[in-house]
């Protein structure tokens, strides 16, 4: 089930990332595994324009993903930030519920456009996204710092 994250998850979040990154060659500088944030997502996802979502199956977090406004951006555009599923939270649509929330989410705070960065060996996530109508473009926007990622995408809310 999808909920909302809570403090009792920061470390099940904190160690997704830290194992699913490296899984895909992403742990170098330059990726989101070495933002600050991810020592404290609860606090970092407290914070007005965000919220962050966990998947949690018989008692075990799987995976999560969240939403914030985009650093460098304008106010009208936030970023899908921290999505990381576990092996055995893929292909289950699992991913796709914590999107939705996410979407529906970044809507309820105003948000007219999302925004995510990915890096070129994380297929299945490029899928979902497109599956969901986020187009590819050609840069970065804002400041993130992710140097590394290599592929963006953005989508208009309705």
Not at 45 to 53: E, L, Q
Not at 68 to 82: F, Q, V, W
Not at 85 to 100: A, D, S, Y
């Amino acid at each position: 089930m999808v909920r909302a994250l809570e403090s009792k998850d920061n470390s099940a979040i904190r160690n997704i990332i830290r194992t699913v990154m490296p899984e895909f060659g992403a742990s170098g500088q330059g990726f989101a595994i070495h933002d600050a944030e991810v020592e404290d997502m609860r606090a970092a996802y407290s914070r007005k324009g965000h919220a962050y979502f966990v998947y949690e199956e018989n008692g075990i977090i799987l995976g999560g993903g969240g939403i914030g406004s985009l650093k460098g951006g304008d106010a009208t555009t936030c970023e899908l930030k921290k999505m990381y599923f576990l092996p055995e939270g893929r292909g289950k649509g699992m991913g796709q519920q914590v999107l939705t929330a996410c979407l529906k989410a970044a809507k309820e705070l105003g948000y007219t456009t999302c925004y995510l960065e990915t890096f070129n060996t994380m297929h299945q996530a490029m899928k979902l996204y497109e599956r969901n109508q986020f187009k590819k473009i050609n840069g970065p926007c804002g400041s993130t710092g992710h140097f590394a990622c290599d592929i963006f995408y953005q989508k208009k809310l309705s």
